[in-house]
T-cell receptor, first 116, second 111 residues
Framework: GAVVSQHPSRVICKSGTSVKIECRSL??????MFWYRQFPKQSLMLMAT?????????EQGVEKDKFLINHASLTLSTLTVTSAHPEDSSFYIC????????????FGPGTRLTVT | ELKVEQNPLFLSMQEGKNYTIYCNYS?????LYWYRQDPGKSLESLFV?????AVKQEGRLMASLDTKARLSTLHITAAVHDLSATYFC???????????FGTGTRLTIIP
């Protein structure tokens, strides 16, 4: 099956710093990638959708200037949390879909961000 | 606004028993997904249901979709401890692959 990786798996940073999270599709070309966040014991919330070579589309209530998304190639999307604060601490999960008829989304292993 | 609700939110059941998790959604859709999440882990895809009446089975799990009732079920047969996890349904209402997730059902199988 299709494999999506994320790096790093865990990151701890100080308040006010920026953190970049990478999402890669390892064995397929991802035309679309999605970024979700999940707070403890809660469901996943879609943050934004990114398509290769174009600007990301953010969901209502998600600050585009705080959560910078770049989808520079068909195998890589990055999420940068700028000027992180403790309330940004969360589990960030990306998913990717390719040009297939299966309508599957392939999820990465997630990145746990802790802002101190 | 699309709402996706699951019930129950918490389920504790004994090994060997059968049970059903329900997923209701508020807007017409014909794409519904079921995922499993273990503590501290990401999502594992279980089923993709793409049409009314779709039924899929894998091992002790069986999922079905009734688009007219806006209802999907995940049935567990003869539960075993390894099935303990949180189960999410997710709906794609516009065919644009944006998923709205249900509230999740935390399943605990007691030996």
């Amino acid at each position: 099956g299709a494999v999506v990786s994320q790096h790093p798996s865990r990151v701890i940073c100080k308040s006010g710093t920026s953190v970049k999270i990478e999402c890669r599709s390892l064995d397929f070309q991802a035309t679309t990638m999605f970024w979700y966040r999940q707070f403890p014991k809660q469901s996943l919330m879609l943050m934004a959708t990114s398509n290769e070579g174009s600007k990301a589309t953010y969901e209502q209530g998600v600050e585009k200037d705080k959560f910078l998304i770049n989808h520079a190639s068909l195998t890589l999307s990055t999420l940068t949390v700028t000027s992180a604060h403790p309330e940004d601490s969360s589990f960030y999960i990306c998913s990717a879909s390719g040009q297939t008829a299966s309508y599957e989304q392939y999820f990465g292993p997630g990145t746990r961000l802790t802002v101190t | 606004e699309l709402k996706v609700e699951q019930n129950p939110l918490f389920l504790s059941m004994q090994e060997g028993k059968n049970y059903t998790i329900y997923c209701n959604y508020s807007t017409t859709s014909d794409r519904l997904y079921w995922y499993r999440q273990d503590p501290g882990k990401s999502l594992e895809s279980l089923f993709v249901l793409l049409s009314n009446g779709a039924v899929k089975q894998e091992g002790r799990l069986m999922a079905s979709l009734d688009t007219k009732a806006r209802l999907s079920t995940l049935h567990i047969t003869a539960a075993v401890h390894d099935l303990s996890a949180t189960y999410f349904c997710a709906v794609d209402i516009r065919g644009n692959e944006k998923l709205t997730f249900g509230t999740g059902t935390r399943l605990t199988i007691i030996p």
